[in-house]
């Protein structure tokens, strides 16, 4: 009798799936260690409010709403910045003002939706199950584009996470590499909603690579143990949720969250 694993591998929506969640653990955290580094874990739940937004013009001008959730979320990260340059603002201040305005825009364009819209769950918690071969195509795209830019940025990012006064002395073009970070973030969070869900996305990114800040000795290994521990979420989070017959956005969340408990316990 064929076992549950076996049912599991030759399912081709659910080998899509688990690819998938390879992909976006990846992707998510390798740019969660800048996040958490720079402690800016409050923008990607902001811009994944800006999404949501994205998604109801979408709906309702007819558009793909994951092509609105990009546009508007690029829009909201270009006016974060924006105005954090150009005011006395702090910047969480800043960050705080364009989630909330976000959020409320977001859902009162969704009350002008005509009818029952049951693809809004699957926007707000992800659909995973649903990612089709163009689906993961994209997203490979994405991963390898990401990491092609982490490599090439590492020591620019690097550099103002830790000290963005320094590294302009130093000749890093500051304002340019913020720009390029904060639209890359947006960019992957909105292209993240279909796996995980607006609701989600934000803690995929921050927790993975807070749970290797736990026990990472140095900032190379930091984004070692991130991919590790986002791509093993991601696959044993859709293999809980498969197992327990619960949704895989939550489980995948959750997962990390689990991971990031062990990692405290053995930093203590």
């Known amino acids: 009798m064929p076992t549950e694993l076996s049912i599991f591998l030759s399912s081709g929506f659910l080998l899509r799936a688990l690819l998938a969640a390879v992909l976006v653990g990846f992707v ?43 546009a508007f979320s690029v829009l909201v990260a270009v006016g974060i910045v924006f105005l954090q340059k150009r005011s006395t603002i702090a910047i969480d201040t800043v960050i705080g003002v364009f989630s909330s305005a976000a959020i409320a825009l977001g859902v009162l364009l969704l009350s002008y939706l005509p009818g029952y819209r049951a693809d809004l769950f699957g926007y707000l918690f992800g659909d995973i199950l649903a990612v089709s071969r163009n689906d993961l195509i994209v997203l490979g795209g994405v991963a390898v584009g990401s990491a092609l830019l982490v490599g090439w940025s590492f020591r620019a990012w690097l550099g103002i996470a830790f000290d963005g006064d320094l590294a302009k002395i130093s000749g890093v073009r500051v304002q340019r590499m913020e720009y390029l970070f904060l639209l890359t973030l947006a960019l992957v969070v909105a292209l993240g909603i279909k796996l995980v869900g607006t609701v989600l996305i934000g803690s995929l990114i921050v927790i993975p690579a807070a749970a290797a800040k736990n026990v990472a000795p140095n900032v190379r290994s930091l984004f070692g143990f991130a991919v590790l521990f986002g791509v093993s979420s991601g696959v044993l989070g859709l293999l809980a949720a498969y197992a327990l017959d619960v949704a895989a956005g939550p489980a995948i969340v959750v997962t990390a969250t689990g991971i990031f408990g062990l990692s405290f316990l053995l930093k203590r």
């Open 28 to 70: 998510t955290a390798n740019l969660g260690v800048f996040v958490v580094l720079r402690k800016m874990a409050f923008f990607s739940d902001a811009i994944a409010h800006a999404s949501l937004t994205g998604i109801a013009l979408g709906l309702l001008f007819g558009i793909h709403p994951i092509l609105g959730a990009v």
